[in-house]
């Protein structure tokens, strides 16, 4: 319709394809819009993701340039799980127990994301309750608790190699005072896990404060005046009006940090503790790549595997939200 | 209340100020609440920005003290760290760097996440609720399985059809083509949630006077949706500065060859002599430009976050 009066457009490519575009159902160009969004999402992560798992069917060629080698189907799937795999540095898991707990990639992967999200779950809601209420300066508290949010990991990294470094750092004397940590925690594993850990749950509480604050303030103000008249004391108020309403957020808020949880390796390598000490999923996959041996076939089985886990995860969790009687409230 | 209990009780006498605390405490629990509330905060404020004041103490440490400890204050003082940052890497290089991957990643995302917001938030078609949610399950898988075919392709190990792709490992592209993707997701949704609140009138009247549907996109929706626009940039900007697993593993060490601050500050720890103090200056230098984002953009961060978090 509006079609002929434009003019100064000419004949060029962009003109016409801007006049096509104007003769789209309102179906056809949704389509159009959303053609560059998938194309990059399809080119940088399903292709990739789709050839992770060919070059995991294949054997590792350590020396040749192609890096695989011939077809092997299954093969370094139930070598890699049955701990079979001499390329890889730590095993990802290790059934018979030979190996110390904080050595089998998998384990320190979920060991780390479950500590994690539960500390920083507790202590979300902490934050979001002081960021809730009304007081002067408030802005700079909330400015104060999203900082290590916005902290880069490697930044962190370097915060907590220096925190715990025997010479310089304070918390490292006193934690090898009260026998808790050894005379150089960064190169211990078992101490190490403590660092990263303690390390993400300082940089991402934040993170959980902000969607439980959200949550928090979708609650109808109205229940707690109601809850207060009838002599609820603030904790009573938490647990019957709060929890229950921000249970879904909750749940997707406690889902997100978990999947982030699960990738876990910038900080390990910035925090000097490195892959070989805390060895997390992404560790050992960029480690069998670059490492030593440079195994790309034993590399995409362990990150194919790592996204097969996370996957595992994320419907243990819509389950979980399924059969829970609260699930309703979504 | 604890500070209380050891300050103020001094004997057997009768107290005074303290029972009469005590007292007013209890007859208005409220009170209680009131301080017990401020001491949290204080908490939060200290194990969170704590961290950061020690690391400044460090860096304006005198070098040869350092490794006897820091508190407090600084173990000597030295402010000159922060100039020898810069001299011994080229640590503005590596800054520079960091902010063309970060502008150049968001103007991309904003880009290609406008039109897919727009469609996502303003138009039906079939297939809109399992399109968006592909984009949500893509943003859930990790980097570590997206990155070996994209370290293969970018190194030219792989060719398509006896093509291949220029060499794009240790250049902006490199990290910029896989950030894009894996932070787009979070502006689609960021944006479709803005760009679905503008009233249709508005759009319709730009239509009647004969924009073009893209211009009636960029010329109407996107500027009445600046908030969001705002928002969806400075969380890209932020995480692409911040990211690490892309930044460190797509580039070299050098400065010269595009390594973004990821490198810079890593070679702090590598190097043949141990420099505490640098190490603090040249994470504080590199953390200021994200503080002062934080600062002034403190709002848009909080709104953008909780919006694009809670969309499914």
């Not at chain 1, 009066?5 to 389509?31: C, D, I, K, T």
């Not at chain 1, 995991?56 to 070598?79: H, P, Q």
């Not at chain 1, 990991?153 to 025997?166: A, T």
């Not at chain 1, 886990?309 to 699930?327: C, D, E």
Request: aromatic share 14%; glycine share 8%.
């Amino acid at each position: 319709m509006a079609t002929e009066q434009r003019q100064g457009y000419g004949f060029s490519p962009v003109s016409r394809s801007l006049n096509w575009m104007e003769n789209l159902s309102e179906e056809s160009y949704a389509y159009v819009l959303l053609a560059p969004a998938f194309a990059v999402l399809t080119a940088i992560a399903l292709w990739p993701l789709w050839r992770t798992f060919r070059v995991s069917l294949f054997e590792d060629n350590l020396f040749g340039t192609a890096k695989t080698g011939g077809f092997v189907g299954l093969e370094n799937y139930v070598n890699v799980l049955t701990n079979q795999n001499p390329l890889l540095s730590r095993p990802l898991i290790d059934f018979t127990g030979g190996t110390p707990f904080f050595r089998q990639a998998l384990l320190v992967t979920l060991a780390f994301a479950i500590l994690s999200v539960v500390f920083e779950t507790l202590i979300g809601f902490g934050q979001a309750y002081i960021m809730s209420k009304e007081y002067r300066g408030r802005r700079w508290v909330r400015v104060s608790i999203i900082l290590p949010w916005a902290i880069a990991i490697v930044i962190q990294g370097m915060l907590f190699f220096l925190l715990f470094n025997p010479s310089v750092g304070f918390l490292s004397d006193p934690l090898q005072w009260i026998g808790l940590f050894g005379s150089n925690p960064l190169t211990s594993s078992s101490n190490a896990f403590v660092i990263v850990t303690v390390a993400d749950i300082w940089k991402t509480s934040a993170f959980m404060a902000l969607l439980i604050l959200a949550g928090m303030q979708s609650v109808d103000k109205s229940l707690y005046d109601v809850a207060e008249v009838a002599g609820a004391s603030p904790l009573q108020r938490f647990r019957h009006i709060t929890l229950p309403l921000i249970f879904p957020a909750l749940m997707v808020a406690m889902l997100f940090r978990t999947i982030d949880a699960m990738r876990i390796y910038g900080i390990i390598e910035a925090s000097g503790a490195g892959c070989g000490t805390v060895p997390s999923l992404s560790c050992l996959v960029v480690d069998t790549m670059f490492g030593t041996t440079q195994a790309y076939a034993s590399a995409a089985t362990i990150a194919f595997l790592t996204a097969t886990i996370i996957a595992l995860v994320i419907v243990g969790y819509l389950v979980a939200l399924k059969l829970s009687p609260r699930g309703s409230y979504q | 209340m604890s500070q209380a209990t050891q300050q103020e009780r001094p004997d057997d006498e009768p107290r005074g100020a303290f029972t009469n605390w005590v007292d007013s405490a209890i007859k208005n629990p409220e009170k209680v609440y009131r301080a017990m509330f401020f001491v949290v905060v204080i908490f939060f404020l200290l194990t969170t920005l704590f961290p950061l004041y020690w690391l400044t103490m460090i860096a304006l440490s005198d070098s040869n003290r350092v490794s006897e400890g820091v508190g407090l204050l600084p173990t000597g003082f030295d402010p000159g760290s922060f100039v020898e940052i810069f001299q011994q890497i080229p640590l503005h290089l590596y800054l520079f760097n960091s902010f063309v991957f970060a502008t150049l990643t968001t103007i991309f995302v904003l880009i290609i996440a406008s039109l897919a917001g727009y469609a996502f938030g303003r138009l039906q078609f079939r297939g809109k609720r399992t399109l968006l949610l592909t984009v949500l399950v893509i943003s859930f898988f990790p980097p570590a399985s997206f990155f070996i075919p994209l370290f293969q392709l970018f190194s030219q190990q792989i060719s398509f059809l006896g093509l291949t792709p220029p060499e794009l490992y240790s250049t902006p592209g490199g990290v910029v083509i896989p950030l894009s993707a894996i932070f787009m997701p979070l502006a689609i949704f960021i944006l479709t949630t803005f760009y679905g609140q503008i009233p249709d009138g508005l759009e319709d009247a730009a239509r009647i006077e004969g924009t073009t549907r893209l211009g009636a996109l960029f010329r109407v929706i996107v500027p009445l949706s600046a908030p969001g626009v705002a928002t969806a940039g400075i969380l890209t900007f932020i995480a692409v500065y911040n990211e690490f697993f892309f930044s460190f593993l797509m580039t070299g060490a050098q400065a010269q060859d595009w390594a973004p601050i990821v490198d810079g500050i890593i070679s702090y720890q590598s190097q043949f002599q141990i420099r505490y103090d640098l190490m603090a200056a040249a994470s504080i230098v590199a953390v200021v430009p994200v503080a002062i984002l934080v600062v002034v953009a403190q709002e848009k961060i909080v709104s953008g976050l909780t919006s694009g978090a809670l969309k499914e």
